[in-house]
C-alpha cells in the first residue's frame, strides 16, 4: 500500500525535528535535534528555543529528507504541531510549514502535540492501535484517556497542577540535578533505595469512586512540597548529598505509583486491560515496569522506545497521516494556539 509522503515537523518545546513518513506509518527519515541552550538555566527559556529552532529547523529538515533519500519537491503534505506549546517556538514549525506547503502546491496538516504522542507507539508496533487506555505525560501534561478507536478520545482524567515531567524536573532541580530532570531522576533512582522515605501519594484514596472529582484526577504540586520540606529538613541536620538517591527513588516510586494505580482504575471501569503510555515520562523504565506487572497475565502495554517517546517529528507525521486521511486540511492562514484544544476529546460517560 503507497500512501502520500509527509514531512512532519515538531517544535513546540526544546526539540527540534523532522521526519519524513510514507503514510500511514513507514518512517523513511527523521532528525531530532535536542537543544541543549537551555541546560545553563536549568529549565526551558521560552525565547531562547525559539531562535534555536530559527537556527535549526533548515539543516533538520534537509538532513531528514538526505535521509529518507528524497527531495522537498517529492512531499505530498506537510504536517506541523499547531499546539500546545510555546507560541515563539510553535511559531517556528508553522511559519515554516506554511511557507513549504505554498511552496509546494501541497496541503498542509496542523496536528495536536498531545494525539501525535498517542500515535508514536504505533510507528514501531502494528498492535499499538485502539481500543485501549492512555496515559499521557509529558512535561506539560498529564491525561489519562479511553481511546475506542483513532479520533475518539474520552477524557478521564488529567492534573490538577503540575505535569509529571514537570515534577520530575522541579524535583531534580532541587536536587540539584541537571535538566531534563526525568532521566536524571532515574539514574539516581537506580542507586537509591525507594523505602528510605514515604512520600504522599496525592489524590489516591482507597474509598474514591468512579464518578467522584479525584477518582481519575493527578496532582503532583503537594508532592513536591513534601520533597521539599524533607529536602530542608535534612539540609538542617547534615548533609544532603549522601541521600538524594534515596530521595529520588523515594519521589520516583511516589509518581509511579499514582500513575500505575489511576491508569489501572481506568483499566479496569473501561473493562480495557491495554494500556498505551506516551509523553517524555513514558520513557521512566521504573513507570514501564510497573504497569506491565500490573497489566499481567492478560494486560498488554503498549509503549514507544524512548527516542519515540519524547518529542519528534515522526509522530507529528504518523499524527498527520491520520487527520490528511480525513481530508483534515489546514488553512494557509492557519496561526499555531498554546492552549489548542484536543480533537475529538469528549467527557467519558462514568
Ligand atoms: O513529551 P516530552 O518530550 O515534552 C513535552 O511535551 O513536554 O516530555 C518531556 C518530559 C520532561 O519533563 C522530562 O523530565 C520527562 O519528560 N522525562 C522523564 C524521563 N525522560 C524524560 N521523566 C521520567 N523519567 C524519564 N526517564
Ligand atoms: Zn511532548
Redesign the pocket.
Known amino acids: 500500500m503507497s500512501g502520500p509522503l509527509i514531512l512532519g515537523l515538531e517544535t ?2 526544546d ?1 527540534t525535528s523532522a521526519a519524513v513518513l510514507k503514510a500511514p506509518d513507514t518512517l523513511k527519515g527523521h532528525v531530532i535535534y535536542s537543544q541543549d541552550e537551555h541546560i545553563l538555566y536549568g529549565g526551558v527559556v521560552p525565547e531562547i528555543a525559539a531562535r534555536a529552532h530559527v537556527q535549526r529547523i533548515d539543516d533538520v529538515v534537509d538532513r531528514a529528507l538526505a535521509e529518507a533519500g528524497c527531495r522537498l519537491s517529492d512531499i505530498d503534505a506537510v504536517a506541523v504541531t499547531a499546539g500546545p ?1 510555546l507560541i515563539g517556538a510553535l511559531l517556528v514549525g508553522v511559519c515554516w510549514a506554511k511557507a513549504a506547503a505554498f511552496g509546494l502546491g501541497k496541503p498542509l496538516v496542523a496536528v495536536h ?2 494525539e501525535a ?1 498517542l500515535f508514536a507507539p504505533s510507528l514501531e508496533n502494528p498492535d499499538a492501535v485502539p481500543p485501549f487506555v492512555a496515559l499521557l ?5 498529564t491525561l489519562l484517556l479511553h481511546v475506542p478507536e483513532w479520533g475518539t478520545y474520552h477524557w478521564l482524567g488529567q492534573t490538577r497542577d503540575d ?4 515534577a ?2 522541579k524535583v ?1 532541580r532541587l536536587l540539584g540535578m541537571p ?5 536524571a ?2 539514574a539516581a533512582a537506580s542507586r537509591g533505595d525507594a523505602a528510605r522515605y514515604r512520600f504522599p501519594r496525592p489524590m489516591l484514596r482507597r474509598n474514591q469512586r468512579p464518578g467522584d472529582d479525584d477518582f481519575y484526577d493527578f496532582s503532583f504540586s503537594g508532592l513536591k512540597t513534601a520533597v521539599v520540606t524533607l529536602v530542608r529538613e535534612i539540609e538542617a541536620d547534615r548533609q544532603l548529598e549522601p541521600e538524594k538517591e534515596d530521595v529520588a527513588a523515594s519521589f ?1 516510586a511516589a509518581v509511579v505509583d499514582v500513575l500505575t494505580e489511576k491508569t489501572m482504575r481506568a483499566v479496569e471501569e473501561m473493562d480495557c486491560p491495554r494500556v498505551l503510555l506516551g ?3 513514558a ?3 521504573r ?1 514501564r515496569e510497573a504497569l506491565s506487572k500490573r497489566l499481567e497475565p492478560d494486560g498488554v502495554l503498549l509503549s514507544a522506545s ?1 527516542r519515540l ?3 519528534n517529528g515522526a509522530m507529528v507525521a504518523r499524527a498527520g497521516a491520520f487527520r490528511l486521511g480525513r481530508g483534515e486540511v489546514a488553512s494557509l492562514d492557519a496561526s499555531p494556539d498554546p492552549n489548542l484544544p484536543f480533537p475529538g476529546l469528549m467527557k467519558a460517560s462514568a
Open positions: 513546540s518545546c526539540e506549546g502535540h498531545m504522542h505525560v509529558s512535561g506539560g501534561h505535569a509529571a515531567g514537570e520530575f524536573d531534580a535538566y531534563p530532570g526525568g532521566p531522576i532515574e520516583q509523553g517524555g515520562v520513557a521512566n523504565g513507570l524512548a517517546s519524547l518529542d
